[in-house]
């Protein structure tokens, strides 16, 4: 059984740090994109991050507008984890964290949720002001 696992989020204040980590099992992890949505009270499910790996091992990376050059988004294959590292946060971040895995998430699809096959449970992030 595929299994999609969050954790690491909780409350910090604005400027601080936070690392997610999503476990994954029960797939196989190298043939999956992941992405990192994000779902705030009142407002639809966006894409926050994908990374995906070809077959000799590079990682491509992509983020939405309003989180580059502060979220980074990482994977080790070794251990079927994929982080979010989010640097700098703000107010505006605070939001219920998803990843999610898809096996043929197309290049314009990455922020779809549709194009994801599994998904986590969410992780609460609250940035304080």
């Known amino acids: 059984e595929a299994q999609l696992v969050e954790s690491g989020g909780g409350l910090v204040q604005t400027g601080e740090s936070l690392t997610l980590s999503c476990a994954a099992s029960g797939f196989a992890f190298d043939d999956y994109s992941i992405g990192w949505f994000r779902q705030a009270p009142g407002k639809e499910r966006e894409g926050v991050a994908s990374?995906?790996?070809?077959?000799?091992?590079?990682?491509?990376?992509s983020y939405t507008d309003s989180v580059k050059g502060r979220f980074t988004i990482s994977s080790d294959s070794a251990k079927n984890t994929v982080d979010l590292q989010m640097n700098n946060l703000k107010p505006e971040d605070t939001a219920v964290y998803y990843c999610a895995a898809g096996r043929t998430v197309s290049r314009g699809g990455k922020y779809f949720p549709m194009e994801y096959e599994y998904w986590g449970q969410g992780i609460q992030v609250t940035v304080s002001d």
């Open positions: 990374i995906s790996t070809n077959g000799a091992g590079t990682d491509y990376t």
